[in-house]
């Protein structure tokens, strides 16, 4: 068995790529330089590779641990690029919307686990959010000396965690939340 295809990859990267474009700015941004604000409407490559680099842990290892749990169980799991889901969030961002929603991607299992698996597999991904967020929040009260960057980039690191756990928690519809509460579906 696989561990990761080529292609879930490749469809990684452009998801992380994709998601960094959609955040740098407004919702997602380093400290300002004296150029930046002289040029604020120009985008800024150095703001895009900040905000991938702040956003890829919080997307790609939430996936990811969706995917090795169910492999974990001796499931196939494939992570599927959610092209449309993205498109929205693009959208969004052109249309200057005051929040951003996004759905990039999932992990596909032909296969429905048992119970107990199921709702592992569904927990996987907030769980890693959940230690992400805790890990930043414990990192930006202990660590002394750290630079305007690294706090800038420890606190954007420490909402998005807390915003996707509870976002993904939600216990209805299609969210991580519904499937840890309700198990597999009859």
Not at 14 to 30: K, P
Not at 61 to 83: C, D, I, Q, R
């Amino acid at each position: 068995m696989v561990l990761i295809t080529l292609r879930e990859i490749i469809e990684l990267i452009i998801m992380t790529g994709v998601i960094g474009y959609i955040l740098t700015g407004r919702f997602i941004s380093r400290p300002k330089t004296v150029y930046d604000m002289m040029h604020p409407n120009k985008f800024n490559m150095e703001d895009f590779k900040f905000a991938v680099v702040v956003t890829a842990p919080a997307v790609v290892l939430h996936e990811l641990a969706h995917k090795f749990v169910a492999l974990s169980y001796g499931l196939n799991a494939t992570f599927k690029m959610f092209p449309f889901g993205l498109g929205i969030g693009l959208v969004m961002k052109l249309l200057n919307s005051p929040f951003i929603l996004i759905a990039p991607g999932y992990v596909e299992i032909p296969v429905i686990a048992d119970a107990v698996a199921y709702r592992l597999i569904a927990f996987a991904g907030p769980a890693v959010n959940l230690i992400l967020w805790i890990t930043a929040l414990i990192i930006l009260k202990k660590m002394e000396g750290l630079n305007r960057t690294q706090l800038a980039a420890l606190h954007m690191t420490k909402m998005l965690n807390m915003i996707l756990f509870f976002f993904n928690m939600i216990p209805f519809g299609p969210f991580d939340g519904a499937k840890v509460l309700n198990g597999p579906p009859i």
